[in-house]
T-cell receptor
Framework: DGGITQSPKYLFRKEGQNVTLSCEQNLNHDAMYWYRQDPGQGLRLIYYSQIVNDFQKGDIAEGYSVSREKKESFPLTVTSAQKNPTAFYLC???????????????FGPGTRLLVL | GQQLNQSPQSMFIQEGEDVSMNCTSSSIFNTWLWYKQDPGEGPVLLIALYKAGELTSNGRLTAQFGITRKDSFLNISASIPSDVGIYFCAGQPWTGANNLFFGTGTRLTVIP
């Protein structure tokens, strides 16, 4: 089945520790995105990538890092610099922006990160 | 980043009732999307709208792309218990934009 997978479902982080959240898609989508969701709030964009080996900061990139070495994969690292990392993290992908095309994003099941 | 104004924030309805929610923006959008999110899960795309004035249905769901391009509506007819969840709108500000703006969600509770 085509889709977006995220792992793990739940992740625990200790103080001062970096953790990496996985996102994989087999939809042959060029663009991938990471969002953070806090209770009662909408989604906020952390990073996005329109093509392999390229990525851009979103609205709340501080304390996070990403890589895009393969089209299928867009891992997110939550670094120790992120002081309030507890949240629900959502990965999304889309065909990608080309001239004249309109954007539809599809989401993975999410990873809930908790700080110990 | 901009967030869309979505209302109402929450709704409590009896099973069988119809539901209506909307999303507005101060600027023009070229795409409107409606998602449903169940607790602990990722949002699932319900309906995508690509043209001003467009009215699209998906089963009991109907959504419209406002003629001014600054708003969109989602209606659910004859609600059932599995409609419970949070409904988000999202908009693409212009064709070729690589980001979406999201509403803050409408939490729907259906009372059997």
């Amino acid at each position: 089945d085509g889709g977006i997978t995220q792992s793990p479902k739940y992740l625990f982080r200790k103080e001062g520790q970096n953790v990496t959240l996985s996102c994989e898609q087999n939809l042959n989508h060029d663009a991938m995105y990471w969002y953070r969701q806090d209770p009662g709030q909408g989604l906020r964009l952390i990073y996005y990538s329109q093509i392999v080996n390229d990525f851009q900061k979103g609205d709340i990139a501080e304390g996070y890092s990403v890589s895009r070495e393969k089209k299928e994969s867009f891992p997110l690292t939550v670094t120790s610099a992120q002081k309030n990392p507890t949240a629900f993290y959502l990965c999304a992908s889309s065909i990608g922006v080309r001239a004249g095309e309109q954007e539809t994003q599809y989401f993975g099941p999410g990873t809930r990160l908790l700080v110990l | 980043g901009q967030q869309l104004n979505q209302s109402p924030q929450s709704m409590f309805i009896q099973e069988g009732e119809d539901v209506s929610m909307n999303c507005t923006s101060s600027s023009i959008f070229n795409t409107w999307l409606w998602y449903k999110q169940d607790p602990g899960e990722g949002p699932v795309l319900l309906i995508a709208l690509y043209k001003a004035g467009e009215l699209t249905s998906n089963g009991r769901l109907t959504a419209q792309f406002g003629i001014t391009r600054k708003d969109s509506f989602l209606n659910i007819s004859a609600s059932i218990p599995s409609d419970v969840g949070i409904y988000f709108c999202a908009g693409q500000p212009w064709t070729g934009a690589n980001n979406l703006f999201f509403g803050t969600g409408t939490r729907l509770t259906v009372i059997p």
